[in-house]
């Protein structure tokens, strides 16, 4: 089946240093991905749709100017976390749909950042 | 903006007990629904998914949902749980390219 990647699976980073989080769908073209954040014992939260040539929209409450995000091929999106604080520190996790339909949305393995 | 509850946060059952966790989402327009299942450690995985038809539907490892209209809710079911179901369950919804999850449940099972 589909498989969507992660890279890296885990970072540790200094604070104000910045991070860039990889997602690829490894044998479908994605012209849209997900960029979710997963808080603890919590739901996992939208914060943006990445849409491949065109600006990310990014959800109510997400500092755009934060998390950059770049779709720059079908197959690869980038988040990255700039001027990253303890408080960025979290469980980042993209997906996207499969064959360019909902009938099936692939997810990633997810990236877990802390902030030092 | 549309809205997915999961109202039990955390649920502990007994092997061979039978399960059911609510979902219950806020849209008034079509909705395609799923349940992902987190087990420790992997990613999420699809259990099930509801586009349109038949409003019981049947997914993996013997869950069930079954779609209700008029109670915007989409309640998952298993009649005998075991030890391995225990995970983290999410409901998500789907309403033209948004997707909206629930808070999840914690399923806990005790061998």
């Known amino acids: 089946g589909a498989v969507v990647s992660q890279h890296p699976s885990r970072v540790i980073c200094k604070s104000g240093t910045s991070v860039k989080i990889e997602c690829r769908s490894l044998d479908f073209q994605a012209t849209t991905m997900f960029w979710y954040r997963q808080f603890p014992k919590k739901s996992l939260m939208l914060m943006a749709t990445s849409n491949e040539g065109s600006k990310a929209t990014y959800e109510q409450g997400v500092e755009k100017d934060k998390f950059l995000i770049n779709h720059a091929s079908l197959t690869l999106s980038t988040l990255t976390v700039t001027s990253a604080h303890p408080e960025d520190s979290s469980f980042y996790i993209c997906s996207a749909p499969g064959s360019g339909t909902w009938e099936t949305q692939y997810f990633g393995p997810g990236t877990r950042l802390l902030v030092l | 903006a549309q809205s997915v509850s999961q109202h039990n946060h955390h649920v502990i059952l007994s092997e061979a007990a039978s399960l059911e966790l609510g979902c219950n989402y806020s849209?008034?327009?079509?909705?395609?629904l799923f349940w992902y299942v987190q087990y420790p450690g992997q990613h999420l995985q699809l259990l099930l998914k509801?586009?349109?038809?038949?409003?019981l539907v049947k997914g993996i490892k013997g869950f069930e949902a079954e779609f209700i209209k008029s109670k915007f809710s989409f309640n998952l079911r298993k009649p005998s749980v075991q030890w391995s179901d225990t995970a983290e369950y999410f409901c998500?919804?789907?309403?033209?390219?948004?997707?909206?999850f629930g808070a999840g449940t914690r399923l806990t099972v005790k061998p």
């Open positions: 509801y586009f349109s038809g038949d409003p």
């Open positions: 849209y008034g327009g079509t909705v395609n």
């Open positions: 998500a919804v789907n309403a033209g390219n948004d997707m909206r």
